[in-house]
């Protein structure tokens, strides 16, 4: 006869309520001995996940308190939805329900995010195929799904969870989604402010009530995370301008009735502005005070202003690193004198005591090797902590284009309160590429490129490439690689193999062809941390293929020194970038010089190019870009300079709105030669588009164009430089950067060719 114990119809994995209902009930039996334990009501789940969770053995003495404990570990496993404890004479009997099966998660109407992201977001909370079905995940689920529309602005989405039971004790789970129409900001209001205008400060904010970009940029669609910076932008636009006490009162988001319009009101107070009257130091500064001094920049007599304060402060505690105090602690105390509206500051300042690096660890490099990284240190393990030099490292792991993210912690030693041990974390990046695409300009029509890249091979460091481009004026094959350790100081190694053919830029119904090919290596010496120089050499080939219509000049050169030209360049190199990006520069600087010398073969000649660009912030929004380009070929040992190494100008990356490469000299068909001398000037003013916010991939620009091109025996005459101005539109667009610009010619000559609307994918300035 089979005695009831305990029963147990639970429908959630509350362990909490399983403990509740088993001590409940566990008063039922009389202990006995238990000889043997079967399990009834398995269908998917293995006997011996029962019989390694059960707190009971075959022998032991069965009792409440065990049979408690027994319910409540097979609840904790999540499987089963009923548990009932029986017994059958000696034999206890562990009859289970088991929780159904995700056989498949699906989700309909969705269309603000995609489906893979989400089917990944369920299989991290749990609700996924083959694993045991919780109704209180799948409601947490929809919830979440629901507050993630929230925050798109779609206020009025729907989100309906279906079970559907199938064969096998399974189910399909469906999360059907009617999402309507996104909110949008109808109205923004700053009520409170009385010493900058509301236009003023709501041209802070990212988020507006929309423009004719808004469907570009979503800047009218409502985010409280895009609120709160809003607000802190707010804030800092104040306390930078000498209102120390100022403070956001409230923020009211209301939302129509139909849940399509949204109100914010932000409520401040501006208090009154404050100026400094005087900064001193207190604390322990090393006994070098002037040197601490010198980077203050907050001054006597300016309103008050936080970004400054914050500015001093770091870099007080940074020069503290410098000498080994990495803990360090720096505080800005103001003294308020209210009656003239007047502030002290008082910067206080504990060195605490000075460490030295016990050790560095790298974490997150799944791919690449550690020396790669450890390489790029300038913090040595068992040095004193340097600041400089960790700020330093961080730089240059971060330059070598291979992570996402790179940080580096500081942790303090248990026990040794002098050491501390350095972490770089950092969030490994694919770095091969396989690409095919196609291109199309005004000036090089339809191109077609293939390249496949590894910047990372096998997690060495080293790069290795192969470059196909094609277009009607251009094609490149170039195979390249280089180890940028070739040795231990950090001398990289490059070698190039490549073979270009080129026409001139205006097709005149010739077939004539440029043929290049050649090798190089080159050495790249690290002569500071910011200064690489590159030493190279190598051969090329110039083959002059005679076809119809061929310029004057080429068939000149041909006839005098052959059709195929062999030379062997020397090559001199220098770079420094330091701007805050590569594709849409706000500040910073970039310098870049090349030369190169024949020293033997057919074409004897010396050829160098300088380039120099500047951006400088004015704000948040307008930029000034400055470019100059400087060229300068000399042919040696009384030959010309190779007409097939002459430089181009006119067109985008030169002069604008002059037909590409037309500048300078011209053969007597009237065809564009360019010349061994070069200078080319741009200026430009860049801003965010109109309607797209503060989004750096799509802005617009005006600009100011001179340069020209010059013959070997032309002087530099500054009065035959060609000048434009105009507008531009630059956009990183999914096919790569793309600039489109219309220039008028501000200074023409007779025969320039004019093209006033040009664009290019893939060009700079």
Known sequence: ????????????????????????????????????????????????????????????????????????????????????LEASGNVLVVVVEERPTIADVDFAGTKEFDKDTLKKAMRDVGLTEGRPFDKALADRAEQELKRQYINRSLYGAEVVTTVTPIERNRVNLTFTVTEGEPAKIKEIRIVGNKAFSESTLKGLF?????????????????????????????????????????????????????KQDISITVNVNEGQSYVVSGVKLEGNYLDRDDEFKSLITIRPGEPYNADKVAETTKAFTDHFGNFGFAFARVEAVPEIDRENNRVALVLRAEPSRRAYVRRINVSGNNRTRDEVIRREFRQFEASWYDGDKIKLSRDRVDRLGYFTEVNVETQEVPGAPDQVDLVVNVAEKPTGSLQLGAGFSSAEKVSVSFAIKQENVFGSGNYLGVDVNTSKYRRTLVFSTTDPYFTQDGI??????????????????????????????????????TDTVFFGGGVEQTRIKAGTNIPAAYLAYAQQFGETSLSVPLTIGWSRDDRDSALAPNSGRYQRLNSEWSVAGDARYVRANYQYQQYIPLNKQFTIAFNGELGLGKGMNGRPFPVFKNFYSGGLGSVRGFDQGTLGPRDVTGASLGGPKKITLNAELIAPFPGAGNDRTLRWFTFVDAGNVYGEDESWELGDMRVSAGLGLSWISPLGPLRIAIAQPVRKFAGDKIQKLQFQIGTSF
């Open 1 to 84: 006869m089979r005695k009831h114990i305990n029963r147990l119809g639970v429908r959630t994995a509350s362990a909490l309520a399983a403990m509740v209902f088993a001590s409940q009930a566990a008063w039922a039996l009389a202990p006995f001995k238990v000889q043997d334990i079967r399990v009834e009501g398995l269908q998917r789940v293995e006997p011996g996940t029962i019989f390694a969770s059960l707190p009971l053995r075959v022998g032991d003495e069965y009792n409440d308190d065990k049979g408690a404990a027994a319910i409540r570990a097979l609840f904790a496993l999540g499987l089963f939805k009923d548990v009932r």
């Open 492 to 529: 990289s190694r490059t070698f190039d193999v490549y073979y270009r053919t080129a026409k001139p830029y205006e097709d005149q119904g010739g077939n004539y062809e440029l043929v290049t090919a050649g090798t190089s290596v080159r050495l790249g010496i690290p002569f500071s941390e």
């Open 206 to 258: 990212d988020q507006d009530t929309g423009g004719w970009m808004s469907w570009y940029t979503k800047s009218n669609r409502y985010s409280r995370a895009k609120l709160n910076a809003d607000l802190e932008t707010l804030r800092s636009y104040y306390l930078a301008r000498g209102f120390l006490e100022f403070r956001i009162e409230s923020t009211q988001v209301a939302i129509s009735p139909d």
